[in-house]
């Protein structure tokens, strides 16, 4: 008999029907995982977690991509030695159709009005 | 020459240019907040802080309306005594084109979904 030992390089997300607008919005509250959501908005594909390069320290930024990914709005996995990002997009359209391109818009035109 | 004293009745809300997404959606990130906004959306007009039956206590409630008013969420104003709520949709609108929709519709069909 087998026993099936989690990995530690398994990461949890949680499943579709788990996901809530409430920790979705939460997750997009914070300037620097906004910054994070629109740029894999932008890039329509997976960025490795070192692609980012933000103000902040390497064990705040692993924070705030758990926050995204335990909120539902991202995925990560590991490829390698790399843990790759990408949006949660058929999840959260399925959910909340809409939504998410209008939170990309939002945010996009937030940043080219404050110049960021 | 007179002084303008504010009234402790005038309630602070940041003007239009001084909105953020990240705020507007950290006041909505709390299941008593997105339930208000849910609510002042479909009533399409005032709705008086006595008017809502929230499972919180009265000081929590003021909390509240107070973090959907300083995010630019809604506005508060006094009518006699009763305090008025409206969401600030002329504001939001014009910051977000579409977004506002988009929250409530995800709002509603949740809550649809999760049966509140």
Redesign the interface.
């Known amino acids: 008999m087998t026993t099936s030992v989690p990995s530690s390089r398994e990461l949890a997300h949680p499943p579709r029907g788990e996901i809530?607008?409430?920790?979705v919005?939460?997750a997009?509250?914070?300037?620097v995982r906004?910054s994070v959501f629109r740029e894999l908005a932008e890039a329509e594909g997976e960025l490795s977690c070192s692609h980012f390069d933000l103000p902040v320290t390497k064990s705040t930024t692993t924070h705030h991509f758990r926050v995204l990914r335990e909120s539902g709005v991202i995925r990560q996995a590991y490829r390698g030695t790399a843990k790759m990002n990408g949006l949660r997009r058929d999840d959260l359209d399925a959910?909340?159709?809409?939504?998410l391109d209008?939170?990309v818009?939002?945010?996009v035109?937030?940043a080219a009005r404050l110049g960021d």
């Open positions: 809530r607008l409430e920790e919005l939460h997009l509250s914070d300037p906004l959910l909340f159709p809409g939504l209008h939170l818009a939002a945010a035109r937030q």
